[in-house]
């Protein structure tokens, strides 16, 4: 069973930087896109940042020059760098895997870690 774990998250003011770590725990890493998505109270959920097996990526719009994801195939591992950070980056950030399965795809979740920023 594919399990996702995050790490990373915490208490920072606004302009300072985190790193989120997101490890798998099989080997359907190499072959999945993996995103980072967000959701604040009261918000719908987000997409933050993806990036493909192949290490193309995509961000949203409000995250573009601040944030930076990144991924170790051999570590089984996904990044997200995040810089310049604002009091509106204060989210539970979710990480996410999908793979391809035949015609289909599937996907995963892993808990969530809280980010907050203070002003």
């Known amino acids: 069973q594919v399990q996702l774990v995050e790490s990373g998250g915490g208490l920072v003011q606004a302009g300072g930087s985190l790193r989120l770590s997101c490890a798998a725990s099989?080997?359907?890493?190499?072959?999945?896109?993996m995103a980072w998505h967000r959701q604040a109270p009261g918000k719908q959920r987000e997409l933050v940042a993806a990036?493909?097996?192949?290490?193309?990526?995509n961000y949203t719009d409000s995250v573009k020059g601040r944030f930076t994801i990144s991924r170790d195939n051999a570590k089984n591992t996904v990044y997200l760098q995040m810089n310049s950070l604002k009091p509106e980056d204060t989210s539970v950030y979710s990480c996410?895997?999908?793979?391809?399965?035949?015609?289909?795809?599937?996907?995963?979740w892993g808990q969530g870690t809280q980010v907050t920023v203070s002003s």
């Open positions: 099989a080997n359907i890493f190499s072959i999945s896109t």
């Open positions: 996410n895997a999908r793979w391809p399965t035949g015609w289909s795809s599937r996907d995963v």
């Open positions: 990036i493909t097996s192949g290490s193309s990526t």
